[in-house]
C-alpha cells in the first residue's frame, strides 16, 4: 500500500522546482496529495480553481498523485484524512528557518503529524512563485521554468491584470 502523504502550498502557480519536489515524493511513498491552500495570507495571482487545474495539467502519467483543495489548518485536514506526514520543499538555507518554525509548530499541534523535507533538483533552487511571476510580468523568458501551459496561463492573467490597473488608474 505505502504511505499517504500531503504536499501543501499555494502554488500560485505550480512551477518545475513544485513538479520535483512532486515527483521525488511520489517514488518514496504511496500516494501523494498534493493541496492547494485556499485561505492563505499571501494575496494570489491565481484563483485557487486555476492553480489546480495547472497542477493537475502537470501531474499527467504521475497515476500516485493526487490534487485537492484544503481550507483552514494543514494539521487538521491531515487529521481528517488520517494522513501522518506532510511534504515540504527546502531550497536553500534561507527556507530553513521558516520552514523549520513551520514545522514545529504544527508538530506542537499535532504530535503524531512529521514533516518530511524534500530538496529540488540543484537547477531549481533558486525558483520562486514569486520571482517567477515578477519576473514574467517584465516580460523574461519564463520557459525552463514552469510548463508551457502555465506560461500561457500566466502570460493570460499578467496582461489581464494590467489591463485591469490600467482601466482603475487612468
Ligand atoms: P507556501 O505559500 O505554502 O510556501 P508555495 O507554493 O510557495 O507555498 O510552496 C510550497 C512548498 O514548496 C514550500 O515548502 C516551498 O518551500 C516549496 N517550494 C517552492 N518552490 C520550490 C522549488 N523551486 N523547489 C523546491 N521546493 C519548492
Request: positive net charge.
Amino acid at each position: 500500500m505505502g504511505q499517504i502523504v500531503i504536499y501543501p502550498g499555494s502554488f500560485d502557480p505550480v512551477t518545475y522546482g513544485h513538479i520535483d519536489v512532486i515527483k521525488r515524493a511520489a517514488h518514496i511513498f504511496g500516494k501523494v496529495i498534493v493541496a492547494v491552500a485556499l485561505n492563505t495570507q499571501k494575496k494570489s495571482l491565481f484563483a485557487s480553481e486555476d492553480r489546480v487545474d495547472m497542477l493537475k495539467a502537470s501531474m499527467k502519467g504521475l497515476k500516485n498523485v493526487y490534487v485537492e483543495t484544503f481550507d483552514g489548518l494543514v494539521i487538521e485536514y491531515a487529521r481528517k484524512k488520517n494522513v501522518r506526514v506532510l511534504i515540504r520543499g527546502l531550497r536553500m538555507i534561507s527556507d530553513f528557518e521558516y520552514e523549520l518554525q513551520m514545522a514545529l509548530t504544527n508538530r506542537r499541534l499535532a504530535e503524531k503529524i512529521e514533516t518530511v523535507f524534500l530538496m529540488p533538483s540543484e537547477g531549481y533552487s533558486f525558483l520562486s512563485s514569486t520571482l517567477l511571476k515578477e519576473a514574467a510580468s517584465l516580460g523574461a523568458d519564463i520557459s525552463s521554468f514552469v510548463p508551457r501551459f502555465v506560461e500561457k496561463r500566466l502570460k493570460e492573467r499578467l496582461s489581464t491584470m494590467s489591463q485591469h490597473n490600467k482601466m482603475t488608474h487612468h
